[in-house]
């Protein structure tokens, strides 16, 4: 080849190459990348951990959505209501037949009659000023939890959501600006963190019968298909609404906000990743196939969420957390609340416990019912053991758990004290449900998750509900 042909080619292929590399699509940053970038801008500060507030003797509540959470709730207010704790002051719902029903359910116990506020969609942003109420309480549709506890925020009460309190990476980030810019109260209302064999394997791992924790494995297993397809039991079926457009986990904060408590998250650890896979889809889209209704036969091809679906989480500490969800398939309720340590081991539904009894390891068997009840005796959380009577008394707020819930709610907002539970905790537990979806949506690729509190999670510190108020 001549030199100048020579020169020729290798300008071109130089052109060629520099081309080459110039229209190179670039790698599209991963959700979890994004979020991180968000969340490096958003300026967070950690700084509503161990938020106090002025006490409040008597808390005010807006009461936000009257559906079956909602009336559940009212009753837990009862008894919080008649001792001068508490007062409903105001009442929201689209539904005037709900308004009714509430109206008089609360007549029952309370003397002062609510505010109402309903007859459109907005409704509700007038109840949310400070001259009505302390603090809204949010039982909605899910996609008005994160909207209406900004708002609350923003405009002087605190918020408290029903569970997830978010499901989109953004309002994660949004809810934590907010509660640290207005220093409100801003709480995921998570009852099974409430719930007695929750708090008695917490005083157990307190107290060091469990050892070094590894691995936990929770889940939400709950057959909600009649629910979901029921005309009137979610108001204009939303929660069916869900599963039609989403795959992955919807609900995490049942099973994971137990295990977060026993492993110190965001006291001392934190989650850091997760990888997440989806089953395929049968048990909805066939209930749905087998309707008499012609819509809800039509739906049965458009149903995306998987029935079961698992996800796998990796802490700081090198704990492994083990998360599924499933409200399609025909099975009895359970939440897994499986723990293992180096010397005790939990199994729940039914609950079963194991301790060693060293240095003659290898046991197989999980302790006989009446050495149970000794470790039942022995570790009952001194928060249940306070409120046994308050909680025999309401039953039907899931076993006791939901009564316990709420007392601690308002009373730390009457005595100013920081709640159980922060806006850090709800934002994390419900991040990892959007992170599922982002997982699934990419092969089941790796997350990261971000850190929501500027590095505040590495301070090591008993969990609050240990706090005897």
Same mark, same amino acid.
């Given at each position: 080849?001549?030199?100048?042909?020579?020169?020729?080619?290798?300008?071109?292929?130089?052109?060629?190459?520099?081309?080459?590399?110039?229209?190179?699509?670039?790698?599209?940053?991963?959700?979890?990348? /994004?979020?991180?970038?968000?969340?490096?801008?958003?300026?967070?500060? $950690?700084?509503?951990?161990?938020?106090?507030?002025?006490?409040?003797?008597?808390?005010?509540?807006?009461?936000?959505?009257?559906?079956?959470?909602?009336?559940?709730?009212?009753?837990?207010?009862?008894?919080?209501?008649? /001792?001068?704790?508490?007062?409903?002051?105001?009442?929201?719902?689209?539904?005037?037949?709900?308004?009714?029903?509430?109206?008089?359910?609360? $007549?029952?116990?309370?003397?002062?009659?609510?505010?109402?506020?309903?007859?459109?969609?907005?409704?509700?942003?007038?109840?949310?000023?400070?001259?009505?109420?302390?603090?809204?309480?949010?039982?909605?549709?899910?996609?008005?939890?994160?909207?209406?506890?900004?708002?609350?925020?923003?405009?002087? +009460?605190? *918020?408290?959501?029903?569970?997830?309190?978010?499901?989109?990476?953004?309002?994660?980030?949004?809810?934590?600006? =907010?509660?640290?810019?207005?220093?409100?109260?801003?709480?995921?209302?998570?009852?099974?963190?409430?719930?007695?064999?929750?708090?008695?394997?917490?005083?157990?791992?307190?107290?060091?019968?469990?050892?070094?924790?590894?691995?936990? /494995?929770?889940?939400?297993?709950?057959?909600?298909? !009649?629910?979901?397809?029921?005309?009137?039991?979610?108001?204009?079926?939303?929660?069916?609404?869900?599963?039609?457009?989403?795959?992955?986990?919807?609900?995490?904060?049942?099973?994971?906000?137990?295990?977060?408590?026993?492993?110190?998250?965001?006291?001392?650890?934190?989650?850091?990743?997760? =990888?997440?896979?989806?089953? $395929?889809?049968?048990?909805?889209?066939?209930?749905?196939?087998?309707?008499?209704?012609?819509?809800?036969?039509?739906?049965?091809?458009?149903?995306?969420?998987?029935?079961?679906?698992?996800?796998?989480?990796?802490?700081?500490?090198?704990?492994?957390?083990?998360? !599924?969800?499933?409200?399609?398939?025909?099975?009895?309720?359970?939440?897994?609340?499986?723990?293992?340590?180096?010397?005790?081991?939990?199994?729940?539904?039914?609950?079963?416990?194991?301790?060693?009894?060293?240095?003659?390891?290898?046991?197989?068997?999980?302790?006989?019912?009446?050495?149970?009840?000794?470790?039942?005796?022995?570790?009952?959380?001194?928060?249940?053991?306070?409120?046994?009577?308050?909680?025999?008394?309401?039953?039907?707020?899931?076993? $006791?758990?939901?009564?316990?819930?709420?007392?601690?709610?308002?009373?730390?907002?009457?005595?100013?004290?920081?709640?159980?539970?922060?806006?850090?905790?709800?934002?994390?537990?419900?991040?990892?449900?959007? +992170?599922?979806?982002?997982?699934?949506?990419?092969?089941? *690729?790796?997350?990261?998750?971000?850190?929501?509190?500027?590095?505040?999670?590495?301070?090591?510190?008993?969990?609050?509900?240990?706090?005897?108020?």
């Amino acid at each position: 080849m001549r030199r100048k042909d020579f020169l020729r080619m290798s300008g071109l292929l130089g052109i060629g190459g520099a081309l080459s590399s110039f229209s190179k699509p670039q790698t599209p940053p991963t959700p979890s990348e /994004e979020l991180n970038s968000k969340i490096r801008t958003a300026g967070l500060t $950690g700084g509503a951990f161990d938020l106090k507030s002025a006490p409040l003797e008597k808390v005010r509540i807006a009461l936000f959505g009257l559906g079956n959470r909602g009336q559940s709730l009212i009753e837990m207010l009862n008894w919080l209501v008649q /001792e001068g704790h508490a007062e409903i002051t105001a009442i929201s719902d689209i539904n005037p037949d709900k308004v009714r029903k509430a109206q008089a359910q609360i $007549g029952a116990f309370q003397s002062a009659t609510p505010a109402i506020f309903t007859g459109s969609d907005d409704a509700w942003q007038e109840a949310m000023r400070a001259d009505v109420a302390d603090l809204a309480l949010i039982c909605t549709p899910w996609e008005l939890h994160t909207p209406m506890a900004l708002h609350a925020m923003n405009n002087g +009460l605190h *918020a408290a959501s029903e569970v997830p309190i978010a499901y989109t990476p953004e309002d994660t980030v949004q809810l934590v600006r =907010t509660a640290e810019a207005t220093g409100q109260h801003c709480i995921m209302l998570e009852n099974c963190c409430y719930n007695r064999e929750e708090l008695w394997i917490l005083k157990m791992i307190e107290d060091g019968v469990f050892g070094t924790l590894t691995h936990a /494995e929770c889940a939400y297993l709950h057959d909600l298909r !009649q629910l979901m397809i029921d005309p009137t039991y979610y108001e204009d079926r939303w929660r069916l609404k869900h599963h039609l457009q989403r795959n992955g986990n919807l609900y995490t904060t049942h099973g994971l906000g137990p295990v977060c408590m026993y492993f110190d998250i965001l006291r001392g650890d934190t989650l850091t990743h997760l =990888t997440s896979m989806s089953s $395929g889809e049968a048990a909805l889209s066939e209930a749905l196939a087998n309707s008499d209704d012609r819509k809800l036969r039509k739906m049965a091809s458009e149903v995306v969420c998987g029935d079961v679906n698992t996800t796998l989480i990796g802490t700081a500490k090198g704990r492994s957390i083990m998360l !599924q969800f499933d409200v399609h398939s025909g099975r009895p309720y359970n939440r897994l609340n499986k723990v293992v340590g180096s010397k005790a081991s939990h199994y729940g539904y039914p609950s079963r416990l194991y301790v060693d009894h060293g240095p003659d390891w290898g046991g197989h068997r999980w302790l006989e019912d009446a050495e149970k009840a000794e470790y039942q005796d022995r570790y009952e959380h001194p928060l249940w053991t306070r409120l046994q009577k308050l909680v025999e008394d309401h039953p039907q707020g899931h076993g $006791g758990m939901d009564f316990v819930m709420m007392y601690r709610l308002i009373r730390c907002l009457n005595l100013g004290e920081s709640l159980d539970l922060n806006v850090y905790d709800g934002a994390l537990w419900s991040l990892v449900g959007a +992170l599922s979806e982002a997982s699934v949506a990419a092969g089941s *690729a790796r997350m990261d998750i971000p850190d929501l509190t500027n590095g505040r999670w590495k301070q090591a510190a008993s969990h609050p509900v240990n706090r005897m108020l």
